[in-house]
């Protein structure tokens, strides 16, 4: 059996797996953060919110009946930054209020949002995990004042908080299970 293109057929079964593990990683990350690790709290909740995006990007290849391509699979699904914009540039996806989207012009605008947001990508991706050299210093997430994380854009709360409920209100969105 080949593995790609993945059937659009699949394509909701993927978006659940997903939503139940963004929901996962949210939890995840709460549990972190009220036991005073909010730099992994912090990157935990950044994956829930990638997982989201992914299920949202799943939904959409089954909403408009198209496969998958090995392509689409690495460059747009497997993406961190794609998967990280995924979610706030398909609203058509999700509420339906305009016509939606063909895949390659959600696939543009996501290309265009990370161009836009890339300065803020390896910080944000980075901060709570990674030890990394900074101009002439190291910086390190052991080292870096704990009230940066319980502030937007770091606080591993709102994004969590975020990702269930969107979830939540996404999961009603699904056709019922068959």
């Not at 963004?22 to 992994?40: G, Y």
């Not at 939606?100 to 265009?112: A, C, G, T």
């Not at 803020?120 to 990674?130: A, D, K, N, P, Q």
């Amino acid at each position: 059996m080949k593995s790609f293109p993945i059937p659009w057929t699949k394509a909701l079964e993927g978006c659940r797996l997903a939503i139940e593990n963004a929901e996962r990683l949210a939890e995840d990350s709460q549990v972190l953060r009220q036991n005073d690790r909010f730099q992994s709290a912090y990157s935990v909740s950044l994956d829930a919110w990638e997982e989201l995006g992914k299920a949202v990007l799943l939904f959409g290849y089954y909403q408009r009946k198209q496969d998958i391509s090995v392509e689409d699979w690495h460059q747009v699904l497997r993406d961190h930054k794609s998967k990280r914009v995924a979610y706030v540039n398909s609203m058509d996806i999700l509420y339906g209020s305009t016509p939606p989207k063909s895949v390659e012009q959600l696939k543009d605008d996501i290309k265009k949002a990370v161009e836009e947001w890339r300065k803020w990508f390896s910080l944000e991706r980075e901060i709570g995990v990674h030890v990394d050299w900074i101009g002439a210093n190291w910086r390190s997430p052991c080292k870096i004042d704990k009230k940066w994380f319980t502030s937007i854009p770091f606080d591993s709360e709102y994004w969590a908080t975020s990702v269930r409920l969107l979830c939540k209100d996404f999961r009603d969105k699904l056709p019922p299970q068959t």
